[in-house]
């Protein structure tokens, strides 16, 4: 798809986004438990409750930062719960993008989340994706 932007695009640094998850982590009980139920869809061996007490026994900020890298992709790409409560609170901050996490390096060099598409966005055309035209992408420099 190829937009235009109509409206200032601003994104949180990795700080922000990582600090914000601790914020959740730390004061949201829901949000820790829509957490462990997500990353639970892709364990075989473990339930949401023990992923829960396992992320309840993190206490560093280095322990709760790497959670944020291995974990909060899977919450918000498969959970609404983790998704709109951590993109709100990326919001209520001023933000209406962020870069995705997850997926930077993989298809795309810097892939965003925009919040509000609607309104910051135009759609201009929309092409189908196929195996050849991501061939070619990861070939560009």
Request: glycine share 2%.
């Amino acid at each position: 798809m190829t937009f235009k932007v109509t409206k200032d695009l601003v994104s949180p640094s990795m700080k922000v986004r990582v600090d914000e998850f601790i914020k959740l982590l730390d004061s949201d009980d829901s949000f820790k438990k829509a957490l462990a139920t997500s990353q639970a869809q892709y364990s075989y061996y473990s339930t949401p409750e023990k992923i829960k007490d396992k992320i309840d026994q993190l206490k560093t900020y280095e322990e709760k930062a790497r959670l944020y890298k291995g974990t909060l992709a899977l919450g918000v790409a498969s959970n609404a719960e983790v998704r709109e409560k951590y993109l709100n609170s990326l919001s209520d901050l001023g933000y209406n993008m962020m870069i995705d996490d997850a997926d930077a390096g993989i298809v795309s060099r810097v892939p965003v989340i925009v919040f509000d598409r609607q309104d910051s966005l135009e759609v201009i055309s929309i092409k189908p994706v196929t195996r050849q035209s991501i061939r070619e992408l990861k070939k560009k420099p």
